[in-house]
């Protein structure tokens, strides 16, 4: 069972409370784009095995949305934090690196 | 999940040693060929006290190179080797398992085999796995159970007759074998049913009755003892950590027992499928979740045949042994510990209490859960990468173990040949190309 913090109300959610959105910061390609980026936007995904950022819904509570970061293989949660964000903040990467030396995802580590 | 060991997964040693119970030492000595099993076997070996049957399949060690290397020993991976040496004669070939062999989703599913699905690809390929499963036993000379008793799909809102409907039209015409049936002739079946379900009444069927269920971890032994029969090696607690290439060509892999070169890799490790890509060097349009599963106390026979009910997000059988096998929905979020979440199990069983009133007092026995590949139009992929000579076989989600000999059939070909009719819409780069076999309506859970 997964507990996470909605980073706007501060409530500590059970998984029920939320609704899981699938992975955090794609890149929304669109009309002019080639079909090489807007197949990778719509279908491929990183599914790692290890550190992820999600996004998930409050929607039995203040109804926003917002990411988690996350760890896949250990069910660990690093953090929660709000969703008008391309990238994930230091502070999130910081505690991932402190418990994770060395990880990266995407772009970013 | 079951435990491996038991006496029917050994073979027979030669009969040199027939007086006497034969010493410990000569239970290594392995013949070039398998023993068939047969009733006259259990007989003579009744008669020395069953000291004479060997393991069903060597454990190897890796040589320096294989024509081809399979990674992931689940029924795919097992089921492709088997139809790379049965069907196009290639056998210098391993097959690679990070864990035990049959030790992934093949260990765990629920074993629900039909072939009733809406697109006409995936009715070819699953009707082919479901007719292959029928002589399953005597091709192998394995055991596995398979047990056409027929699966029923309820329909429990007006929508869902409209799509069994059209589902049952779309299988006449691909010559699969179903029908629409009334709620009394699903009471008439399955008569601890509950049809006046106040929240979801039964309103009729979609009737496979040539569909059904197999003993899942036999299908991995079988396909292993007959690989293995065939000289190919089977190495477990191997776990592949790094695609090699030249360029954009395949050359081996590395693993935990070293590096390993080979002309063709095939990948078919299911929830790992991500993890392999990423070594190649490429994404897929698959995310890995949980999907559970539970069974009861063992009760007397009280259902002979399986009823998935999708609309509330369960489904169930009663197994040999008298459990009722149980199955719901899949997490909504990536997941690679084989545990799910509570609150699944909690609505599945919420969901038949309501349809089945007699399952309300079974204690449950047993929980687990794996880890499934979902695609976008719940369809697998069977594939050519962007890296040459190596192939991809995943996408299976939660309803693969039906799939297993059809998809091996089509993946050894792919493999051997370059293409396979069977295949041939199930490519990675369909979603690209906009052309889904969108089973994604037909099957919202079923597995
Ligand atoms: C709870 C549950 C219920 C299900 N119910 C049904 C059902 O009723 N009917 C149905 O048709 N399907 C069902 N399924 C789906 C079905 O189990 C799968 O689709 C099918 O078993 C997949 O087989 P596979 O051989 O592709 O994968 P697996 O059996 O998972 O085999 C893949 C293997 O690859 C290995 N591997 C992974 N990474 C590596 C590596 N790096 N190196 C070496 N080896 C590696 C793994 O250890 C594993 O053994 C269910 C699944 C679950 C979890
Ligand atoms: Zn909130």
């Given at each position: 069972?997964?507990?996470?913090?909605?980073?706007?109300?501060?409530?500590?959610?059970?998984?029920?409370?939320l609704?899981?959105?699938?992975?955090?910061?794609?890149?929304?390609?669109?009309?002019?784009?080639?079909?090489?980026?807007?197949?990778a936007?719509?279908?491929?995904?990183?599914?790692?095995?290890g550190?992820?950022?999600?996004?998930?819904?409050h929607?039995?509570g203040?109804?926003?949305?917002?990411?988690?970061?996350?760890?896949?293989?250990?069910l660990?949660?690093?953090?929660?934090y709000?969703?008008?964000?391309?990238?994930?903040?230091?502070?999130?990467?910081?505690?991932?690196s402190a418990?994770?030396?060395?990880?990266?995802?995407?772009?970013?580590? | 999940m079951s435990?491996?060991?038991?006496?029917?997964?050994?073979?027979?040693?030669?009969n040199?040693q027939d007086?006497?119970?034969?010493?410990?030492?000569?239970?290594?000595?392995?013949?070039?060929?398998?023993?068939?099993y047969?009733?006259?076997?259990?007989?003579?070996e009744?008669a020395?006290y069953?000291?004479?049957?060997?393991?069903?399949?060597?454990?190897?060690e890796?040589?320096?190179?294989?024509?081809?290397?399979?990674?992931?020993?689940?029924g795919?991976?097992?089921a492709?080797?088997y139809y790379l040496?049965k069907?196009h004669?290639?056998?210098?070939v391993?097959?690679?398992?990070?864990?035990?062999?049959?030790?992934?989703?093949t260990?765990r599913?629920?074993?629900?085999?039909?072939?009733?699905?809406l697109?006409?690809?995936s009715?070819?390929?699953y009707?082919?796995?479901?007719?292959?499963?029928?002589?399953?036993?005597?091709d192998?000379?394995?055991?596995v159970?398979?047990?056409?008793?027929g699966?029923m799909?309820?329909?429990?809102?007006?929508?869902?007759?409209?799509?069994?409907?059209?589902?049952?039209?779309a299988?006449?015409l691909?010559?699969?074998?179903?029908?629409?049936?009334?709620?009394?002739?699903?009471?008439?079946?399955?008569p601890i049913i509950?049809i006046?379900?106040?929240?979801?009444?039964?309103?009729?069927?979609?009737?496979?009755p040539?569909?059904g269920?197999?003993r899942h971890?036999a299908?991995a032994?079988?396909?292993a003892?007959?690989?293995s029969?065939m000289?190919?090696d089977?190495i477990?607690?191997?776990?592949?950590?790094?695609v090699?290439?030249?360029?954009?060509?395949v050359?081996?892999?590395?693993?935990?027992?070293?590096?390993i070169?080979?002309d063709?890799?095939?990948?078919?490790?299911?929830g790992?499928?991500?993890?392999?890509?990423?070594?190649?060097?490429?994404r897929?349009?698959?995310?890995?979740?949980?999907?559970?599963?539970?069974?009861?106390?063992?009760?007397k026979?009280?259902?002979?045949?399986?009823?998935?009910?999708?609309?509330?997000?369960?489904?169930?059988?009663?197994?040999?042994?008298g459990?009722?096998v149980?199955g719901g929905?899949?997490?909504?979020?990536?997941?690679?510990?084989?545990?799910?979440?509570?609150?699944?199990?909690?609505?599945t069983?919420r969901?038949l209490?309501?349809t089945?009133?007699?399952?309300?007092?079974?204690?449950m026995l047993r929980?687990w859960?794996?880890?499934?590949?979902?695609?976008?139009d719940?369809?697998?992929i069977?594939?050519?990468?962007?890296v040459?000579?190596?192939?991809?076989?995943?996408?299976w989600?939660?309803?693969?173990?039906k799939?297993?000999p059809g998809?091996?059939?089509?993946?050894a070909?792919l493999?051997?040949?370059g293409?396979?009719?069977?295949a041939?819409?199930?490519?990675?780069?369909r979603f690209?190309?906009?052309k889904?076999?969108?089973?994604?309506?037909?099957a919202?859970?079923a597995?």
């Amino acid at each position: 069972m997964l507990l996470l913090e909605c980073p706007y109300c501060g409530a500590k959610c059970e998984e029920t409370e939320l609704s899981p959105g699938g992975e955090a910061h794609i890149k929304r390609y669109g009309p002019g784009s080639s079909d090489q980026d807007f197949e990778a936007y719509l279908f491929m995904r990183e599914n790692p095995k290890g550190v992820h950022f999600e996004r998930w819904r409050h929607v039995y509570g203040c109804g926003k949305w917002f990411h988690a970061a996350r760890c896949t293989q250990s069910l660990e949660v690093f953090g929660t934090y709000a969703a008008q964000t391309f990238e994930p903040p230091q502070e999130i990467k910081d505690k991932i690196s402190a418990k994770r030396p060395g990880w990266s995802w995407r772009d970013f580590s | 999940m079951s435990q491996v060991g038991c006496v029917v997964t050994h073979w027979i040693v030669g009969n040199e040693q027939d007086k006497g119970i034969p010493n410990a030492q000569s239970k290594n000595r392995i013949r070039n060929h398998m023993r068939r099993y047969s009733a006259f076997a259990i007989a003579r070996e009744g008669a020395r006290y069953h000291t004479g049957w060997e393991r069903a399949w060597k454990s190897s060690e890796p040589k320096k190179r294989y024509d081809a290397i399979i990674v992931g020993a689940g029924g795919h991976g097992l089921a492709t080797a088997y139809y790379l040496g049965k069907n196009h004669g290639i056998k210098n070939v391993a097959i690679l398992e990070k864990g035990w062999l049959g030790g992934g989703n093949t260990g765990r599913n629920t074993t629900i085999i039909r072939s009733n699905y809406l697109q006409d690809p995936s009715a070819a390929i699953y009707e082919k796995a479901r007719s292959l499963y029928e002589t399953m036993s005597q091709d192998l000379n394995y055991n596995v159970m398979f047990s056409p008793r027929g699966v029923m799909m309820l329909a429990q809102t007006e929508h869902e007759i409209r799509g069994y409907e059209r589902t049952a039209h779309a299988n006449a015409l691909q010559g699969v074998a179903t029908e629409f049936i009334s709620p009394q002739r699903v009471k008439e079946l399955v008569p601890i049913i509950n049809i006046h379900g106040p929240r979801y009444p039964v309103l009729g069927a979609l009737w496979q009755p040539r569909g059904g269920t197999a003993r899942h971890d036999a299908v991995a032994w079988g396909y292993a003892r007959a690989c293995s029969d065939m000289g190919m090696d089977i190495i477990q607690q191997c776990e592949v950590t790094g695609v090699r290439r030249d360029g954009d060509k395949v050359l081996g892999v590395d693993t935990t027992k070293g590096a390993i070169d080979c002309d063709k890799l095939g990948v078919v490790v299911a929830g790992h499928s991500g993890v392999l890509a990423d070594m190649a060097g490429f994404r897929l349009p698959i995310e890995s979740v949980a999907l559970q599963a539970l069974v009861s106390e063992p009760i007397k026979p009280c259902m002979d045949v399986v009823v998935m009910a999708n609309t509330v997000h369960g489904y169930m059988s009663q197994s040999d042994k008298g459990e009722m096998v149980i199955g719901g929905g899949a997490d909504g979020y990536n997941n690679y510990t084989q545990r799910g979440s509570f609150h699944h199990i909690e609505e599945t069983v919420r969901a038949l209490v309501e349809t089945f009133p007699m399952i309300s007092r079974l204690k449950m026995l047993r929980q687990w859960g794996g880890i499934v590949d979902m695609t976008g139009d719940r369809s697998p992929i069977i594939s050519k990468t962007p890296v040459e000579n190596m192939f991809i076989n995943c996408g299976w989600g939660t309803g693969g173990f039906k799939a297993i000999p059809g998809s091996g059939w089509a993946m050894a070909e792919l493999m051997a040949k370059g293409a396979s009719p069977l295949a041939d819409e199930f490519t990675m780069w369909r979603f690209g190309e906009g052309k889904f076999i969108d089973e994604s309506v037909a099957a919202g859970v079923a597995h």
